[in-house]
């Protein structure tokens, strides 16, 4: 790839430079471009100032030969971030035998585009680029789908062994970016089914297939991402409740305890009184005293062990 003013990647020039033929797509992939850089690829294509405004997860014509997609992308998040993967915005622009690429920040996908057009792309229509595209998108979807369920795996395995407000705090966060990736998925199912509708882009009857495929794949992604979201949640709610019982028990716990140890203190601070009581002379006082309390001790834990409070 040559990168060519600032961050504008022209993958035709590259693609001439490698082989001594014309491409049939030329790739520019603009990475978090300034105004000046839209505004020089916008007029050099002649496309309209506003076309970063349009509705995100719709598609556009802006005019008979432009057509304007605008998807969900999963993006990793800093290690530093609580959660794990949120979503970015990409922008894709097919003009003619032109696809341009608008993104807020790299993402290793272009990383996998760049060497793809090179090698196989760059000799086919756009329609085909632009699928691998969408695919590409959902398949990133899917692997990082997969490696959430891991992860979750391995904290429920680890609260199972002992229970931590860390490991709770990681599921409520994986748990966002599985709402997130669903939520971007079914934006993109949208965008697709548009796709296929108005059939704005020249396909002949295998990319259509294609594109049914592709259609089909990201419902299914779209489901799982769904329903690991919908059981981590129902995960989230058993373990709140766990966590109201277990807290209701040592509260019950607490009550029984002192209320057993208030009997002998009551006994104690009576007979600790400076006023006549009976058997207080007596020798054998405080070894009657304390049997009394023990039976009065004996009679509550009955009680509250009948009432299945302990």
Known sequence: MSIVQDKIIL?????????????????INLISPSMAELSRVFKKYHLPEDTLQR????LNQLDDDTILLKIDIPRKNLPRSKVPYQIAHLTLLI??????TIADQDSFLFTYLEHEHLVTWAEKDPTDFVYRILDMTTTMFINLTEALIQEISVLETNLKREFNNKSVYKLIDNNK?????AK??????KLLKCL????????D?????????????TEQAESVATIHQANLRNLMDAYSALIENNLSLSVQYLTILVTVATVPMAIGGIY????????????????GLAIVAGIIIVGALAFFRSKKMI
């Open 11 to 27: 993958s035709k020039e590259a693609a001439i430079k490698a082989e001594p033929q014309t491409s049939a797509t030329e790739w």
């Open 95 to 100: 003009k003619e035998d032109t696809v341009i």
């Open 205 to 217: 009857y295998e990319q259509d297939l294609a594109l049914q495929d592709l259609i089909t794949k």
């Open 184 to 189: 971007a998925l079914n934006r993109n199912i």
């Open 177 to 181: 970016s599985l709402l997130y990736f």
């Open 55 to 58: 509705a995100r997860g719709h």
């Open 272 to 287: 600790g009184m400076n006023i006549p009581l009976p058997w207080q002379e007596s020798p054998y006082a405080l070894t």
């Open 196 to 203: 296929a509708q108005k059939s704005l882009l020249k396909a």
